[in-house]
């Protein structure tokens, strides 16, 4: 049951989501919002991510810890725009962070604006960000069962990264178990299996990202638009 004073809150931050999702919407940047545990390997699977990208993509990344700016730090050698936020205690990110740092780019075209959130699976599920799409990272160092402890998330992503697959020969992890289990939280969610070390699966996720930016483009009616309003901001 949601209390009213978390309802409100709740109220309020997507209100905030879908101005930032409005304005992402017009500039057709392609908005994807990463959730897992710590230790799932979101930041080195974005770092591999930003490596593959082909010549020519813009592309910038928001990330969230509670302190430190490691994470940016080690994402921002790739050459893309980057911007830690640190929560200073608050286990997950909100809109209204995010909003307040796409400020300070000017909301400026980007084909992709990643968005890596705190290490957690329960309380990053319920905030919109004004995002397209929830990705969730699930590492083989983890238990197979995580979709059937934490449903929220896997119900509410529409792809689940099964990360470090090339730890398989050394964890009692069974893949299919794992993906089944997804599968009963959410018929409907994509799989990709991906090692951030050896690049397994990074040709099947990249595919996956630029379909997905393809159609992000496609229906944002009022891109040309927004291109030249963005131009002279």
């Known amino acids: 049951m949601i209390h009213p004073i978390e309802r409100k809150v709740l109220s309020e931050n997507d209100r905030v989501a879908a101005g930032v999702r409005s304005r992402l919407e017009i500039v057709g940047t392609l908005t994807l919002n990463f959730i ?9 699977f974005l770092e591999r991510t930003l490596q593959l990208l082909p010549s020519g993509t813009s592309a910038a990344v928001l990330t969230g810890d509670i302190q430190t700016e490691n994470d940016a730090i080690r994402l921002a050698r790739h050459g893309f725009p980057v911007q830690q936020i640190t929560t200073g205690g608050a286990c997950h990110l909100d809109a209204r962070m995010v909003e307040s740092h796409l400020w ?3 909301f400026k075209e980007f084909d992709y604006l990643f ?6 699976l329960v309380c990053p599920t319920s905030y919109d960000l004004g995002e397209d799409g929830k990705v969730v990272v699930l590492s083989v160092a983890e238990g197979e069962d995580k979709p059937m402890k934490y449903p929220g998330i896997f119900r509410k992503a529409e792809l689940m990264i099964l990360n ?17 289990y997804a599968r009963t939280i959410n018929p409907d969610i994509h799989i990709i299996q ?8 990074f040709g099947d996720w990249m595919a996956w990202l630029e379909r997905r930016r393809i159609a992000k483009r496609h229906f944002s009616p009022n891109h040309e638009e927004a291109h030249l309003q963005t131009t002279f901001v």
Do not use: H, M
């Not at 897992?36 to 080195?44: F, I, L, W």
């Not at 991906?194 to 699966?201: A, D, K, N, R, V």
């Open 164 to 180: 470090k697959v090339d730890l398989l020969p050394y964890v009692p992890f069974q893949p299919e178990l794992a993906c089944e």
């Open 36 to 44: 897992g545990s710590p230790g799932a390997g979101k930041t080195a």
């Open 115 to 120: 968005i890596e959130n705190v290490g957690n």
């Open 194 to 201: 991906c090692s951030s070390l050896t690049g397994e699966g």
């Open 104 to 106: 300070e780019w000017r």
